[in-house]
């Protein structure tokens, strides 16, 4: 542990061995939403949604649990979506950039899909309205199962999302 009591990189790595998300049986409530933010170098970008599929990876700069996941997308990997779309989801900031890859800033659609915090995905498909399939990016193989699962018709939702009630 470290001292503001997280886990170390080594501990992390040996921990997320052995994670597995537990699946939830149920569509996502999150509708999914055109991109829109801006780029790394200040430019305006809006994502066609239109494409058959669209990975958004939430990461921060400052989370260990996103290295893994941009190092894979450095050294050419997609998460087994090899002819789809893939786009990093930043935060005020954030600077990550990987070539062949959108990097978005963009507080605002952190906020539209329900991401509270990286590492985090989510995977778009053109003929759905809600997100297909979402979770905690616990490392490349898990990302990489949930898609497959997803893009084969058997997507999983990793989170249970708590609808706000009126009710006190």
């Not at 893939?86 to 990550?96: K, N, P, Q, W, Y």
């Not at 990286?118 to 898990?142: C, D, K, M, Q, Y």
């Amino acid at each position: 542990m470290t001292d503001d009591g997280r886990l170390d990189s080594e501990t992390a790595r040996a921990v997320l061995k052995s994670a597995a998300p537990i699946a939830v049986r149920a569509a996502s409530s999150i509708a999914k939403r055109t991109v829109r933010g801006r780029g790394v170098d200040g430019e305006v970008i809006t994502l066609d949604m239109n494409q058959a599929w669209w990975l958004l990876l939430f990461v921060s700069e400052g989370c260990l649990g996103c290295v893994d996941l941009v190092e894979h997308l450095r050294a050419g990997g997609r998460f087994g979506l090899e002819n789809h779309a893939v786009a990093l989801m930043l935060r005020e900031g954030d600077r990550t950039t990987v070539p062949g890859v959108t990097s978005v800033i963009s507080d605002e659609m952190w906020s539209a899909y329900g991401v509270t915090g990286p590492p985090f995905f989510s995977l778009i498909s053109a003929n759905a309205s809600t997100v297909v399939t979402e979770g905690v990016a616990w490392g490349v193989e898990a990302v990489t199962q949930s898609l497959s699962a997803a893009t084969h018709g058997h997507p999983a939702v990793d989170v249970i999302r708590l609808e706000a009630t009126d009710e006190a």
